[in-house]
């Protein structure tokens, strides 16, 4: 279990990392006064109990006739803490709900950026190159029901409730491919994702993601549903 990358925290209320925000989920260039007011919440408890943990494994096949040259993966468990939980219950319990949802963006991009910091890592520290991503429930190889068993492998104080929704809520697990091949580069997190309508879709151009809904400042409608858990549907008139 290592400290969450340092050089991603230590940028957590830079302007740049703000002005992105603030670009990517459509605010008004007004708002980065109040993005870095809760940045600059959100960070201290970052700094104090975010963690990232990674297994490497191989898993033989039938036609693998050397363990060596069996397909190589690696489980890998990130969370930035209850911080983030607790400070947004405090949003909801003021009535804050713009704030409520600067915070789940600012620390859904910290998440994502951690990504691209373990890619490093790996080509860093390892022979392998990180090919794609599986997240459990994704696809066939990789249920939902796997997401218990990596938390069970893990040292880090990250649970799932009976609904296998993640506690800490700011946690991400995955199986990262892994191959020894260093002109294969990582696509990122949405290559091989077939839900083109999905919000949190990396494009080339994250321009290309427009708001669904405007209210007051708040850029995204789905952004409630995320926060409250509740449907979609129920924010449509």
Same mark, same amino acid.
């Given at each position: ?14 302007p ?7 670009r990517k ?7 980065l ?14 700094r104090r109990?975010?963690r990232?943990?990674h ?15 069996a ?6 468990l990130?969370?930035?803490? %209850?911080? @983030?939980?607790?400070?947004? +219950?405090?949003?909801?319990?003021q009535?804050?709900? *713009?704030?409520?949802?600067? &915070? !789940? ?31 459990p429930?994704?696809?066939e190889?990789?249920?939902l ?9 893990s %040292?880090? @104080?990250?649970?799932?409730n +009976?609904a ?6 700011? *946690?991400?697990?995955?199986? &990262? !491919?892994?191959?020894?091949?260093k ?6 997190v949405?290559a ?40 979609l ?5």
């Amino acid at each position: 279990m290592d400290i969450f990358f340092e050089e991603l925290t230590d940028g957590f209320t830079s302007p740049s990392f703000l002005e992105n925000v603030r670009r990517k989920y459509h605010y008004r260039e007004e708002h980065l006064a109040e993005l870095s007011e809760v940045a600059s919440k959100l960070l201290p408890s970052i700094r104090r109990d975010a963690r990232w943990e990674h297994r490497i494994f191989r898993e033989p096949s039938a036609q693998d006739t050397a363990k060596d040259q069996a397909p190589a993966y690696s489980e890998v468990l990130m969370t930035l803490g %209850e911080g @983030p939980d607790l400070l947004q +219950e405090e949003y909801l319990a003021q009535n804050l709900l *713009s704030e409520c949802y600067m &915070a !789940e963006c600012l620390t859904a991009e910290l998440l994502l950026e951690g990504y691209a910091a373990y890619n490093q890592y790996i080509a860093a520290h390892t022979e392998f190159r990180v090919a794609r991503y599986h997240f459990p429930g994704s696809e066939e190889n990789f249920p939902l029901e796997r997401l218990p068993e990596i938390l069970a492998r893990s %040292e880090m @104080p990250v649970r799932c409730n +009976e609904a296998l929704c993640m506690i800490p809520k700011k *946690s991400v697990a995955f199986v &990262a !491919e892994l191959t020894r091949d260093k002109s294969v580069l990582c696509q990122g997190v949405c290559a091989g994702c077939a839900r083109m309508t999905c919000p949190n879709r990396t494009e080339t151009d994250s321009q290309i993601r427009q708001p669904f809904f405007h209210m007051t400042d708040i850029p995204l409608h789905y952004g409630y549903s995320r926060i409250f858990g509740k449907k979609l549907d129920s924010f449509q008139s």
